[in-house]
Structures are given as C-alpha cells and as structure tokens.
C-alpha cells in the first residue's frame, strides 16, 4: 500500500527539485503545497542542459519536453587559446535526446503541470522553520543555501567557495548548431550552446583564489569576462564580445549530507548535494531526486521506510557525480605540457574511439530511475 496517497506533503522551494517533486508526489496522490520565497515562480537569463538520465524523468512525469528543449547534436572540446576542435562526441543517438533548455522555460512546464494537478502555490512564502508548516512530510527543496538542511544534519554549515566563478550570459544567436562547446584554456574554460527561440547560453568559468563580493552573484561589467579570456582564440573573443549583459556567481558548494532525511524532512537537489556545474548534473540529478522521493513513498508503507529507501537509492550514485564533476575542473584547465598531452589524447580518442567519452559516462546518462525494475525498496 502506498503510505503517500492523500498525505498531505509541503515542499520549500519552487525550483527544479520543488517542483518536480511536488509534480511526482502529486501524481502518486498527496495533497502539495509549494512555498517559495520568490513573488514568481520563475529563472531567467540562463540555460540548462538536460542528459538523458533527466530526460527520461521529464518523460515519465507526462513532460513534453520537445515543445521547449533544443535536441543537442554533440559535444565537442575546443583548445580555447587557438580555437582548434579537439574532439565531437555524438550525442544524436542519445535516448531520450540530451537537450538544452532555457531554465525559465524548463521551470514554467513543471510549474503548469503542477497546477494543472492541483499543486497549491504559495509564492513570497521564506520558510526559515519547518516546524511552521502544517504537513505530513516536508521536502527541502530550497537550494545550496538551504536553511532545511540543518534540520536534517543537526548542525549550521555555510557552503564554502569552490575557486572558481562563472559568468553566465545569453545572447541573440541564429544558426549556431546544436552543439556544446567547451572551450579549454589554462585556470579557466567557457561553455557555449545554443538555445530554441535564437540565442546562445554562455557560461564562462575562471579560478580565483577568493570570492571578495557580498553575495553570491552580481551583474557584472561585460569587460570584465572579455579581460579574463583576452589571450584565447578570435572566435571565442566574438563570441563574447556580443556580451550585453553580464552576472557572475562565486560557485560555493558543501558536502553531500551524509543523512537525506529525519523525522518527516528531507532533502532533494542542492540542499542536498550542490555540484559543480562542469559535468552539468545539478539539475538533473534534481529531477531524478524528486522522481525517485515520490517513488520510494509511493512504493512503501511507511514514512520511515520510504525515506529509507530514498537514500538508499540516492547518496551513492549523487556522490559519484559530484566527484566526477571535479574531476572536470581539473581536466578542463590544464595548462603547460599537461594540456598538451591531453588535447592530443582527445584528438586521438575522438579520431579512433569515438564512443569512448560516452561509454565512460553511461552510469550517468544511462541510469533510469523510471524504469519498472528500479529499486525502491527500504531493504
Ligand atoms: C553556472 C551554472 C550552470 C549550470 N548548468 C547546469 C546544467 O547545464 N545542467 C544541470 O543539470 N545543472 C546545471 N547547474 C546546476 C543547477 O542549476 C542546480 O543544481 C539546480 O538548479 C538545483 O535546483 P534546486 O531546485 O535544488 O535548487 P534551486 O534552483 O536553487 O532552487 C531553490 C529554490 O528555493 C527557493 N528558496 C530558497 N530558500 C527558501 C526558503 N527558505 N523558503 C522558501 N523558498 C526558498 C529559492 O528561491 C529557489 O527558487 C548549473 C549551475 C550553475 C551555477
């Protein structure tokens, strides 16, 4: 029997992860209220790219993906000071398609689909104590700067900054294949992608010793991400030169919890376990979290072994995404002899064994958290 039909459930927090367990939860029964700080429930000004292991959850909740996501054709590796392509991995043959999406509009499908199954919204709602909410179960859906996760771990930890910011830009774009580009260069490496409507999603990555601004994000000079890349390729310099407007983010992080979850609170996204976005999961493990969570409380009996369950499924397999996204950090900016050897590498790879990126990532992109025979069982 399923303990969560017609339970009542609260989740803090409108982003990916709130809203798609608040979807999830809702389509196995419970009564969902979502209550989120912001006055909208909305992203703007970035984009998103959804791997198939998303993809698949996006699927299973009834999503039309296609009508707001971009299929992405490949992946391709760029030496970012002269601009040459190291390597193309194909990414057509990826099911469901890996696709890019503007966040806003990844946010607006969940959001509709929740309403449309009778989620309950409660915008300019800051929980800052669960013990405020009348509910069953409550779901920390409130992000790296969580203020749940306390509740969960038993203790107050800020997220500390990682060495790298990223500016995160959108442009007016026509004609840009559909593919990522990671453009590598010595401390830092940009990313590129186009996005459905005609615009191009730039994140711009650099190490720096310190975070010096109040908060975590400003808008910042568009001179400033030219500055950082001045030395790089001619093609890459265009592409920023288009910049308009500009914000950076200093990219804090905290340990994965160790525990997801106590008494009726738990934790998905990145309350839980914020990645670096050099492997581009924070999102989709997100969504796999809110699926797996409504699963795991559908397909047991009681709270407590649903909530088991949930973590015996998850903390595994997001704590190895996590460390294979910092491995990415490393990887993407070598400099010297090290970058040498391995653009060469890639250049080999891609030449002789084209499959051997994605065959690499296939406990990633390949995992189906959707899939009949998932385990979802407490023991
Ligand atoms: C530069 C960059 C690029 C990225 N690119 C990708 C990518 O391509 N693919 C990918 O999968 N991931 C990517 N990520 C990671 C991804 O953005 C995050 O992992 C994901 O958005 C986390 O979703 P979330 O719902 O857990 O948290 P959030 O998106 O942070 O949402 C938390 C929500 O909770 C609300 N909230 C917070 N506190 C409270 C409170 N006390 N009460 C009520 N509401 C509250 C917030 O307003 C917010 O709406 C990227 C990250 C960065 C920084």
Redesign the pocket.
């Known amino acids: 029997m399923s303990f969560i039909a017609d339970r009542t459930v609260a989740v ?7 809203l798609t367990s608040a979807l999830a939860l809702a389509q196995q029964g419970a009564r969902v209220t979502v ?4 006055s909208a429930l909305t ?1 703007v000004g ?5 791997s198939p292991n ?1 993809a698949r959850v996006l699927d299973a909740l009834g999503l039309d993906a296609d009508s707001v996501g971009l299929s992405a054709e490949a992946v391709q590796p760029m030496a970012g000071l002269t601009g040459r392509t190291l390597a193309r991995f194909n990414l057509l043959d990826q099911k469901p398609p890996y696709r890019f999406f503007h966040r806003h509009a990844l946010i607006v499908l969940l959001a509709d689909a929740c309403a449309d199954l009778g989620v309950r919204a409660s915008l300019g ?4 104590d669960p013990s405020q909410l009348d509910a069953e179960v409550i779901v920390g ?7 749940l996760r306390s509740e969960v771990t038993g203790r107050k930890t800020d997220p500390f900054f990682t060495g790298q910011v ?1 500016w ?1 830009a959108i442009v007016p774009d026509t004609g840009s294949d559909p593919v990522a580009r990671i453009w590598m260069a010595p401390g830092k490496h940009v990313v590129t992608y186009p996005l459905s409507g005609g615009a191009l999603n730039i ?1 711009a990555v650099q190490e720096r010793s310190a975070w010096a601004a109040e908060g975590w994000a400003h808008e910042d000079d568009p001179s400033a991400v030219r500055a950082a890349f001045a030395d790089c390729c001619g093609e890459l310099k265009s592409i920023l030169h288009r910049i308009e407007k500009v914000h950076l ?1 200093g ?1 804090f992080r905290h340990p994965v919890v160790q525990r997801l979850s106590k008494n009726n609170v738990v934790l ?4 839980a376990h ?2 670096l ?1 050099f492997l ?5 493990l ?1 969504l796999e979290d809110g699926f797996v969570l409504a699963a795991c409380l559908a397909q047991n009996e009681s709270l407590r072994h649903g909530l088991a369950a949930y973590q015996k499924a998850r903390l595994a397999r997001v704590t190895r995404a996590i460390n294979a996204a910092n491995a990415n950090a490393r990887n993407y900016h070598l400099g010297g002899v090290r970058a040498t050897f391995a653009h060469a590498g890639l250049r080999t790879i891609s030449a002789l064994a084209p499959n051997v990126f994605l065959n690499r990532l296939s406990w990633l992109y390949d995992h189906d958290v959707t899939a009949p025979n998932y385990q979802f069982a407490a023991v």
């Open positions: 803090v927090g409108g982003g990916i992860g709130g209550y989120e700080q912001a992203e970035a984009g998103l790219q959804i998303g709602s800051r929980i800052d859906a409130d992000g790296l700067r969580s203020t990223a995160r994140v983010w990219l998905v996204g990145d309350a914020p990645t976005p581009a999961q924070g999102a989709n997100a």
